[in-house]
């Protein structure tokens, strides 16, 4: 009841023109966002964080979360007409959704992924809404020794499940928690790896170290790319034939489950549900040869599960405080930034600001939906866009995100080292993810361990002690091993790094 | 991490973990310089000393690993682009240093406009119109609606622009 009360709330304040107008456009940028290769969410939220700072917290991040799902929707574009994912999730989307789009059915798959989507978003939602109030509650509970264990396992699986090498995902991981060391020691008040420059007394800015990971490294990489042939579809006739709508319904379930459940799971990343619920419908199919082929369902199930996914994501985050893939925790960057730690607190302290949000979620898949069917065809020509003109927007978005947070210079010089780091990393396939999430979690669990080492006055066994912090450590380490020994099936292994 | 692959992504991850341990190593001496423990606890060099540490030895384990590696005879993927894309994408990186050394003397408008005609020009597009319309609104009109607008603030440099 105390739920409901809150999500009315919720949806009361969401509801507000001011907001409504702040989703629509997170809806708008985020589908833009999508729908240019090259150009992923992570990135994308990221160089739009300027657009949000004199905005009010509830409105930043309702067009923040906006910004994202709009993202996850607008990439089926790309992979189904020009067969390039306009974000990773979508790599699964351009084997049926391309062959529907040669076949001249390219509206038809567009319409139906919209409708997956729309469905995933909206059951992962309502399932969000019945979710995170007890978790949060049981977090509550959590004290910093809980807290630590907790942030690594979320660590420990994003390195495990987040690439081909264990070693690579740790050591990048570690680099990242180096990183977020740098500046004002936050227990002590001393400077740590300063080196004189004043600039770095606050530390490195997650903002400006992201986008140049992601935003000026892919701008770069995009450089080299061929440009793709735009496919010359049917984009008129969205609605699916009767036959379809019967294939697509149960595809879309199961997605919307796949999608969910491992949305969970902090680590897992876009890729792996839409793989998963692709193959699972392939291996349900009587007719799994048309897979590859033009299916329907392998347009529908991944693009459900896409969604789904990526409103489930934000549970770990809202009520634990741990981002499950980089751009959860670009967003949760852009919650600091605004003087907030997403985590059980926050339910407590803000419930105004996270039901709005929340209930925000409801109305940016309906605007998303409205957004997708009747405009296809506008999302489409933006595929027409040339590269230098996209290119330039970035990094003009880029240049102000990374000076206007700090009105630093310094700033820029960081995210343009990022950026030439980035691209090298990217072109040796060297993990990224552990390392941005290490850098967003670095300052909380080094408070953590402080604090519990301090509770304990530096005795190791508090950890060892209690019994859900031992249970967490063990299933860290259970994480660990597992992916050391490559327990995790090869193809979802590779599907994460893809 | 190639465990068999083509000799460019071999020799890639081997500079990767010399620069990875360019980090660590002085990051761990730099570390001991901080207090590993004081009166509460650990210190500030706790947490840094173990994570340079075990960075440090990881990626001495990787720089094994793919030293060992064997390397495939005539599978080099295209690690480094085409000559042209290179001076592209070096053309892009000297314009952002540029931006960057200027944004504060000049301003954001004087700044960025020669900079989206330079990037455009160096990515190849020859419309002058287009260039025009586009290096004057990513200048002029993307400062107007972060600074009057959004109220995020731009800075303002030689004559008042």
Redesign the interface.
């Known amino acids: 009841m105390d739920t409901l009360a809150h999500l009315m709330a919720g949806l009361t304040a969401a509801l507000s023109l001011q907001n409504l107008a702040f989703a629509l456009i997170g809806c708008v940028l985020g589908t833009l966002i999508g729908v240019l290769p090259g150009l992923g969410p992570a990135a994308g939220t990221a160089i739009l964080i300027p657009l949000t700072f004199k905005l009010d917290p509830t409105g930043a991040l309702i067009m923040l979360s906006a910004i994202y799902y709009g993202a996850m929707y607008g990439g089926t574009v790309t992979s189904v007409l020009i067969n390039v994912p306009g974000e990773a999730a979508s790599v699964i989307t351009c084997i049926d959704g391309h062959q529907m789009a040669k076949q001249g059915r390219g509206g038809t798959a567009l319409a139906i992924a919209a409708i997956g989507s729309f469905v995933g978003g909206i059951v992962a939602t309502i399932a969000l809404v019945v979710v995170a109030p007890p978790l949060a509650q049981v977090a509550l509970k959590f004290g910093p020794p809980e807290f630590f264990a907790l942030m690594l396992v979320g660590l420990c699986l994003i390195t495990g499940l987040g690439g081909r090498s264990l070693l690579a995902g740790l050591t990048m991981a570690i680099l990242g928690l180096l990183i977020a060391m740098v500046g004002i020691d936050p227990v002590r008040g001393a400077p740590r790896f300063t080196l004189g420059i004043p600039s770095l007394y606050d530390g490195l800015g997650f903002i400006p170290v992201v986008m140049g990971l992601f935003g000026v490294a892919e701008i770069l990489l995009g450089i080299e790319q061929p440009r793709h042939q735009v496919i010359k579809t049917d984009l008129a006739s969205l609605l699916p034939s009767r036959e379809e709508w019967r294939r697509s319904i149960g595809a879309i379930g199961r997605g919307t489950g796949i999608g969910f459940f491992l949305g969970l799971i902090p680590g897992v990343g876009a890729i792996i549900p839409t793989f998963v619920a692709y193959v699972f419908e392939k291996r349900l199919s009587k007719t799994p040869e048309r897979f590859g082929h033009g299916a329907i369902e392998g347009v529908a199930a991944p693009e459900s599960a896409n969604n789904a996914y990526a409103n489930a994501a934000m549970i770990p985050l809202l009520t634990l405080g741990i981002p499950s893939s980089p751009t959860i925790a670009v967003l949760m960057g852009a919650f600091i930034i605004n003087g907030l730690t997403p985590g059980p607190f926050l339910f407590q302290e803000r419930p105004d600001l996270v039901w709005a949000v929340i209930a925000s979620f409801f109305l940016g898949n309906i605007l998303l939906l409205v957004l997708n069917l009747p405009f296809v065809g506008l999302w489409a020509r933006i595929l027409y866009l040339p590269y230098p003109y996209v290119c330039v927007g970035t990094l003009l978005f880029c240049v102000i995100g990374a000076y206007s947070l700090q009105q630093n210079v310094f700033d820029i010089g960081v995210m343009i080292a990022c950026g030439i780091i980035g691209y090298g990393m990217r072109k040796i396939d060297m993990p990224i993810a552990p390392l941005v999430l290490g850098l967003i979690l670095g300052p909380f669990l080094e408070k953590s361990l402080r604090t519990s080492l301090e509770m304990s006055a530096g005795d190791f066994s508090i950890f060892f002690t209690r019994p859900l912090c031992l249970t967490l450590l063990v299933l860290a380490g259970i994480v660990l091993v597992a992916s050391a020994l490559r327990l995790p099936p090869r193809e979802l292994r590779e599907a994460s790094t893809t | 991490?190639p465990t068999s692959g083509s000799k460019a992504?071999k020799l890639?991850?081997q500079v990767?973990c010399l620069c990875?341990l360019g980090?660590?190593v002085p990051?761990l001496v730099?570390?001991l310089g901080?207090s590993l423990?004081?009166a509460?606890?650990?210190?500030?060099?706790?947490?840094?000393f173990w994570?340079?540490l075990?960075?440090a030895v990881?990626?001495v384990?990787?720089l094994v690993?793919v030293t060992l590696a064997k390397a495939a005879e005539g599978t080099a993927i295209g690690?480094a682009?085409d000559r042209r894309?290179a001076l592209?994408?070096i053309g892009?990186?000297i314009a952002?240093?540029a931006?960057?050394?200027l944004?504060?003397p000049l301003g954001y408008r004087l700044t960025?406009l020669p900079f989206?005609v330079g990037?455009?020009l160096i990515?190849?597009?020859r419309s002058p119109i287009?260039i025009a319309l586009?290096a004057l609104a990513?200048s002029f009109g993307?400062f107007h609606v972060?600074y009057h607008w959004?109220?995020?603030?731009?800075?303002i440099g030689a004559f008042g622009m």
């Not at chain 2, 509460?40 to 840094?48: N, R």
């Not at chain 2, 959004?150 to 800075?155: Q, S």
């Open positions: 991490m992504l890639g991850w990767a990875l980090i660590f990051a730099t570390s901080y423990t004081d509460l606890g650990p210190g500030p060099g706790f947490f840094p994570l340079s075990i960075g990881l990626s384990a990787i690993q690690l682009p894309m592209q994408a892009v990186l952002l240093t931006a960057a050394v944004f504060e960025m989206i990037v455009l990515l190849g597009a287009a586009t990513g993307v972060f959004l109220k995020v603030p731009l800075p």
